[in-house]
């Protein structure tokens, strides 16, 4: 069954998915048309009539179990770093609605790990409030609409891949704080919000916001601009009271300056953005940028609508660790697989040219194959990974090796997916002689909403 004709906006105040879909964020479902009588159970408990037109309570929830196995997670940089753990996701929701413009939302979560060598702490939080908000919606007639919505929450923002999800690990990035959306159908959207990211400790009921960093800031989006060109323009800042760089160590106060173009047909998809880096780390001022772009083309009249793609991504890094400048781009909140579901490598200091083909052999299979380039964008500084410390500087070769990668997706039913990837990290000869490590990495998950 395909689920993905319509996309919902993953704003508040935003647009729904398809009616009585489960969506990737459960928030932007809609489940407000009152099921037949002979429906399924699980379609019956999403949508709850409480005796007023629109006023209903929907139930849901998801499982997932989640197998990953890296021969070398940490490319070598920490010893005995093979790892092949099990992780198990478990999520119940409810959803109030009291008529179009009040709504009140609540999720328990529980999160296990089991046979890890070493534990990621997003993977491990016993039962514990995963998002808790209320939505109050102001309607202003042909001018749109405001919405505020105070709690904890999801939040990514444009594409995704900044400031993003984190799907590859049980616990997706959560923000306590508040957040406001205005919106115009069709036209614009501006969003505001001043949060804090949720720490996660993996006890129960014992989350709760790091007092020690905050995340605010202004995003403005135009879907339909020139020559049907979607816009985007945006502020945030992220203050950390400590970061740990090659450059220095120390309080880090970045601002995100950025701008998106993107657009999709049924043949060509582009999206460029461009991020620029101002702020202080330690006693040093940032200047640092990231280029992201993706794009393709599809054959959507040929068999198995075969699509050629190309990401091509830049995330710079220092020149020189002793002129004054931190240089290195540190994302906000970033959606790890930017190169790949193994997540060596984290967005600093590197650059990657990724083509690829996507094919559909059924309406519901989705299989995508390609090689990933990888180089350092600067040889003075080292290569950041997602788990365990940098790579020093070395050498004198910018290339790090080429990630070949494959995804497959089957969305079963609209309530199951399945999920797998695997990806060989060949490294080049340079970062081989600094220590690292040629890796593989298997992953497979199964997923059940309901």
Do not use: C
Request: glycine residues 10%; hydrophobic residues 35%; without cysteine.
């Amino acid at each position: 069954m395909e689920v993905t004709k319509v996309l919902p906006d993953a704003v508040p105040g935003g647009r729904t998915g398809p009616q009585g879909v489960p969506q990737t964020f459960r928030w932007t479902e809609d489940w407000s048309k009152v099921p037949s009588q002979d429906a399924p159970a699980l379609d019956k408990i999403r949508h709850i009539q409480l005796g007023r037109d629109n006023f209903y309570l929907s139930i849901g929830g998801e499982l997932r179990l989640n197998y990953t196995n890296w021969s070398h997670a940490a490319l070598g940089r920490i010893p005995n770093d093979k790892d092949k753990p099990l992780q198990s996701r478990a999520r119940i929701l409810a959803d109030l609605h009291l008529g179009p413009d009040v709504r009140a939302y609540f999720e328990l979560g529980d999160n296990r790990e089991y046979g890890e060598n070493f534990t990621t702490p997003p993977n491990v939080d016993r039962v514990d409030i995963y998002q808790a908000f209320i939505d109050l919606t102001l309607p202003l007639g042909n001018a749109g609409k405001l919405t505020l919505r105070p709690g904890r929450f999801e939040m990514p923002l444009g594409n995704g891949k900044l400031v993003g999800m984190r799907e590859g690990f049980n616990m997706r990035y959560t923000y306590q704080g508040i957040r406001g959306t205005y919106i115009l159908p069709g036209k614009v959207s501006i969003d505001a919000f001043a949060s804090r990211p949720v720490n996660i400790k993996p006890g129960t009921f014992d989350d709760g916001p790091v007092h020690s960093t905050t995340f605010n800031g202004v995003y403005v989006s135009v879907p339909h601009g020139l020559l049907g060109i979607g816009s985007d323009i945006y502020w945030y800042a992220v203050k950390r009271d400590r970061a740990v760089l090659l450059e220095s160590t120390g309080k880090d106060a970045r601002n995100n300056w950025g701008a998106r173009l993107w657009k999709r047909n049924a043949h060509w998809d582009f999206d460029l953005e461009g991020n620029y880096q101002t702020g202080r780390l330690s006693n040093l001022n940032i200047d640092a940028w990231a280029v992201i772009f993706e794009g393709g083309y599809t054959f959507a009249d040929t068999s198995m609508k075969p699509r050629l793609g190309l990401r091509a991504n830049a995330f710079s890094g220092d020149g020189n660790l002793k002129d004054g400048k931190a240089s290195t781009f540190v994302a906000a909140f970033p959606r790890l697989p930017v190169f790949s579901e193994a997540v060596f490598f984290y967005p600093s200091n590197i650059v990657d040219i990724y083509p690829s083909i996507t094919l559909k052999p059924y309406k519901d299979i989705v299989l995508m194959v390609g090689p990933d380039f990888l180089w350092r964008q600067k040889r003075s500084d080292g290569i950041y990974l997602a788990f365990g410390p940098p790579f020093a500087p070395y050498g004198s070769s910018n290339y790090v090796g080429t990630n070949f990668n494959m995804e497959f997706t089957w969305q079963a039913t609209k309530r199951l997916q399945f999920h797998l990837a695997e990806t060989y990290f060949s490294r080049g000869d340079a970062f081989g002689r600094a220590g690292g490590k040629s890796s593989n990495y298997f992953g497979i998950w199964s997923s059940f909403r309901f």
